[in-house]
């Protein structure tokens, strides 16, 4: 077996194993469940693929779990109510949204300590990276303001007024533009990260939560947490070019590195929803625990985790390359496309 088929792979099959074949090839197999402290709101892979960082909300800690051995290697006491989390581009590095406390903490994971804790806005949620590491954004929930920080100073640059609610962040792959989710409305705004300033917005529809752009910057994804759907938007126009009906509540969402799959936490249904993206349907949904949130792809797109906030687990994935192009198996929620 390769490297990359090892990394996010597990040695130990266990009975009752879960197989759902996709649209886009690919099979998609449940191979373990991990209890985590209290309340994972949200998990993610290092960029070198080596840990998964999650984020326990209720038991006020971050827990860093190797992505081989399925293990908790690290536990991080930091002292309020993590939710979001942002690897450096070396993975050396998290930075970390407290969400009672107004503040992010920035930790180095070599020695486990918070080298800096850093004063943001009410509330906040999703914290972000510009590719290139230069930059730091923080949506503020309840302050509906988006900081920057310089992350070399670890200083506030610039603070930008949002809207109601803003969420999930997103930054294109060439770090030109940022895109943010105003979950209050039913639009995202567009910002030159240049000048850290809103220069568009694109309607999306009702309750846009978390979002993700494809690797060639030419498309971008956004759950839409009360209307129960993903919506497409084509990036070189600005303009939404069509939806798809999934489970209750989607949450978190995740684009699996060929840009095919699109892995979405439908919360209420307790599944993990399957997107193919060039038809733009859910070809497939896998049972999980109570209340999917969170859910990573590793960087080789070999392992799929999902974290579900009420069980205090973490369900773990393994994706199978298959020569199939129809879905089969225990496929539910099959959809076509709602053009807008």
């Known amino acids: ?28 197999t449940a191979v373990k469940r991990l209890h985590v402290p209290y309340g994972p709101k949200s998990l993610r892979f290092s960029p070198d693929g080596s840990m998964v960082a999650v984020d326990c909300l209720y038991s006020h800690k971050v827990v860093l779990i190797d992505s081989q051995t ?35 903490d920035h930790i180095d994971l070599t020695t486990g300590k918070i080298i800096d804790r850093i004063a943001v806005g009410q509330i906040p949620k999703v914290v972000e990276l510009s590719p290139d590491g230069k930059w730091l954004y923080v949506a503020n929930w309840s302050s509906g303001t988006v900081m920057v920080f310089d992350t070399a100073t ?59 752009i494809s690797s060639d910057d030419k498309m971008l994804y956004v759950s839409n947490n009360l209307g129960n759907t993903i919506t497409g938007v084509d990036l070189t126009t600005g303009k939404s070019v069509g939806k798809v009906r999934v489970g209750k509540m989607p949450r978190t969402i995740a684009l699996s590195p060929d840009g095919h799959t699109l892995y979405v936490c439908n919360y209420e249904s307790k599944t993990l929803g399957i997107v193919d993206v060039q038809s733009m349907r859910q070809v497939g949904a896998s049972k999980t625990d109570v209340h999917p949130i969170g859910v ?40 076509h496309a709602r053009k807008p």
């Open 1 to 28: 077996m390769t490297s990359h088929a090892r990394r996010g792979a597990v040695s130990l099959a266990f009975a009752g194993l879960c197989t759902l074949s996709m649209a886009s090839g690919a099979k998609l």
């Open 70 to 104: 399925m293990q908790i290697t690290q536990t991080i006491a930091v002292g309020g109510e993590p939710v979001e989390c942002a690897f450096t581009p070396d993975s050396k590095q998290l930075w970390v949204s407290l969400y009672n406390r107004a503040e992010v």
């Open 154 to 212: 670890r200083q506030r640059v610039h603070e930008l007024r949002a809207g109601r609610i803003p969420r999930g962040i997103a930054f294109t792959h060439d770090g030109r533009w940022a895109y943010v989710a105003i979950m209050g409305s039913d639009r995202l705004l567009k910002i030159d990260v240049s000048k850290h300033r809103v220069v568009g917005k694109v309607i999306v529809g009702i309750t846009p939560r978390h979002v993700v």
């Open 296 to 335: 990573t792809v590793s960087p080789d797109g070999q392992a799929v985790w999902v974290c579900c906030y009420r069980a205090s687990t973490v369900r773990i994935f393994r994706v199978l390359n298959q020569s199939v192009h129809d879905p089969v198996g225990t496929v539910t929620n099959r959809v």
